[in-house]
């Protein structure tokens, strides 16, 4: 009887050395102080990030995971315009390419007529006065 207790008090003191060098050599996340299992429970498919990391923790975390509203509802609007287009009306990406360009051409045109006639404004009001 004794002998088993001598046994057991070596298993004992093994477990505690074997405990506390694994906490010795516990790393701790910048991202994440406290890892309790409360912590670990609350991560989906027992990740050790946050998601915000793994996403790549910028702008496009933020926009991926909603924290900027305005930019994600952008995003999700804009990805819901090209899909009306490309799905429900059949238009094309050459024929959206062709539009967009026209379209530069028109506004560079105007806007080249507009500050020739606005010069010559300017130049009439400021020789009135």
């Excluded at 498919?45 to 996403?55: D, N, Q, S, T």
């Excluded at 900027?68 to 009306?89: D, R």
């Amino acid at each position: 009887m004794h002998e088993k207790n001598i046994v057991e008090d070596v298993i004992n003191d093994f477990v505690d050395n074997f405990t506390e060098t694994v906490q010795k050599k516990k790393n701790v996340s910048f991202f994440e102080q406290d890892d309790t299992v409360s912590s670990r429970f609350n991560r989906m498919f027992g990740r050790e990030k946050p998601i915000h990391h793994v996403l790549g923790g910028g702008k496009s975390a933020d926009v991926l995971l909603w924290r900027n509203k305005k930019i994600s509802a952008s995003v999700l609007m804009g990805a819901t315009a090209i899909w009306v287009l490309f799905e429900w009306i059949n238009f094309h990406f050459l024929s959206l390419v062709c539009y967009g360009l026209l379209l530069g051409m028109i506004v560079q045109f105007v806007w080249s007529n507009a500050s020739g006639a606005l010069n010559r404004l300017v130049l009439y009001v400021s020789a009135v006065t």
